[in-house]
């Protein structure tokens, strides 16, 4: 029987981690919170080791997302696939700056190869990036895809603005613990 339906949840400690009001006015404090995330997904037992969140470029939380795959049984439900998918749903469409506003994806560590290619469709306008692919291969044992040799320039060339190693320590901090647990995915 196939089915007909594709439901993806978030852990109910999510609502925990973000205030309704919450604004996260800077780069700092928007990774802060993806970074946040990342880890309590670890501490909780609930994914892997990746937190996302997207906002307005002003600091409005519009989604947030992190790694459901084996919670979920789904390849696709990576924290920033998850995180596109809230803000799409809250705002009501897929392409997330098509009314003008400038978006900006937060996520702990460099998106992989599908991630990447989403977020040219998703609307993003900025990436804040934590920890390096480098960092999430060699500290937690992940494989993140083929992606162009000039991935950074593709960005850049489309207007996505990119800005890495945002409290990049922290991030490989969770990643580490993750691959130290014994998990693998």
């Given at each position: 029987m196939l089915h007909d339906q594709v439901l993806l949840t978030l852990p109910a400690w999510i609502a925990d981690e973000i205030?309704?009001?919450?604004?996260?006015p800077d780069d700092l404090a928007k990774m802060t919170l993806a970074v946040r995330l990342s880890a309590r997904n670890v501490r909780e037992g609930t994914g892997g080791p990746f937190g996302a969140a997207l906002f307005t470029e002003a600091g409005r939380l519009l989604g947030v997302g992190v790694n459901r795959v084996l919670a979920q049984t789904c390849s696709l439900a990576?924290?920033?696939m998850m995180a596109f998918a809230t803000a799409?749903?809250?705002l009501r469409q897929f392409r997330l700056n098509q009314t003008g506003e400038r978006i900006v994806l937060a996520s702990s560590s460099q998106p992989c190869?599908?991630?990447y290619g989403a977020s040219f469709w998703a609307g993003i306008d900025a990436v804040l990036i934590g920890a390096r692919a480098d960092d999430v291969q060699s500290l937690a044992g992940f494989d993140e895809g083929p992606l162009p040799a000039d991935w950074l320039g593709e960005w850049q060339k489309r207007?996505?603005?990119v800005r890495r190693d945002i409290l990049r320590e922290d991030a490989c901090a969770v990643l580490q613990t993750y691959g130290e647990s014994?998990?693998?995915y």
């Open positions: 205030g309704p009001d919450a604004v996260y990576h924290a920033e799409q749903q809250n190869a599908m991630c207007g996505i603005a014994g998990h693998v």
